[in-house]
Nanobody, 125 residues
Framework: QVHLVESGGDSVQAGGSLRLSCVLSGYDHTNYCMAWFRQAPGKEREAVAAIDSDGNTKYSNSVKGRFTISEDNAKNTLYLQMNSLEPEDTAMYYC???????????????????WGQGTQVTVSS
């Protein structure tokens, strides 16, 4: 059974930084995409960043240049380094993994089948 557990969410001031982590277990696909999504109250879920098993990355325009997605395969952990945080970044952040479709990094939420429970990020002005 696949489990994804996020951590690292916190309350920070605008301009600050956070690093989110997502530990993955029970996942044995070698060609995959993993991603971070977020959802603010009253808003639709939004794709943030993705990485594939070849290390290719893709970012939404709203976070490009400020956020960095990475992974540590030895630790089965996905990261999201978030810099220059803005109040608009306030949301619940979720990590997700696809079912091993061997696709290049993508932000299509319908293709991600495994999801974590989320970690809250709050950015105050």
């Amino acid at each position: 059974q696949v489990h994804l557990v996020e951590s690292g969410g916190d309350s920070v001031q605008a301009g600050g930084s956070l690093r989110l982590s997502c530990v993955l277990s029970g996942y044995d696909h070698t060609n995959y995409c993993m991603a971070w999504f977020r959802q603010a109250p009253g808003k639709e879920r939004e794709a943030v960043a993705a990485i594939d098993s070849d290390g290719n990355t893709k970012y939404s325009n709203s976070v490009k240049g400020r956020f960095t997605i990475s992974e540590d395969n030895a630790k089965n952990t996905l990261y999201l380094q978030m810099n220059s945080l803005e109040p608009e970044d306030t949301a619940m952040y979720y990590c997700a993994a696809d079912a091993g479709y061997a696709l290049r990094a993508h932000l299509q939420s319908e293709l991600y089948v495994f999801w974590g429970q989320g970690t809250q990020v709050t950015v105050s002005s």
